[in-house]
């Protein structure tokens, strides 16, 4: 059992910049998809971005040209580069990883972006 702990998140103000950080208890290597989704208060879950073992990249349109995903299959973590960040960025962002037919979840970090 794989165990995702987040970390990274906080208060920004709009236009800033956070990194949340994915740090996995055991490796990543055989998960064919990492990725990041959110929630915020009143919707539902949400992908923000993933990425598979190939390092090939998908985005939510909302967050296109703005995030960037990365994955280190050596040090088991998977980062999420939040540039020009906007109030409806704020959400519980939460670390996913995709094994066969399992899916494993981290418990979040929470984003706020407020001035």
């Known amino acids: 059992q794989v165990q995702l702990v987040e970390s990274g998140g906080g208060l920004v103000q709009p236009g800033g910049s956070l990194r949340l950080s994915c740090a996995a208890s055991?490796?990543?290597?055989?998960?064919?998809?990492m990725g990041w989704y959110r929630q915020a208060p009143g919707k539902q879950r949400e992908l923000v971005a993933h990425i598979t073992i190939h390092g090939i990249t998908n985005y939510a349109d909302s967050v296109k040209g703005r995030f960037t995903i990365s994955r280190d299959n050596a040090e088991n973590t998977v980062n999420l580069q939040m540039n020009s960040l906007k109030p409806e960025d704020t959400a519980v962002y939460y670390c996913?990883?995709?094994?066969?037919?399992?899916?494993?979840w981290g418990k979040g970090t929470l984003v706020t972006v407020s001035s």
């Open positions: 996913n990883g995709a094994r066969g037919q399992v899916n494993y």
């Open positions: 055991g490796s990543i290597a055989s998960f064919y998809y």
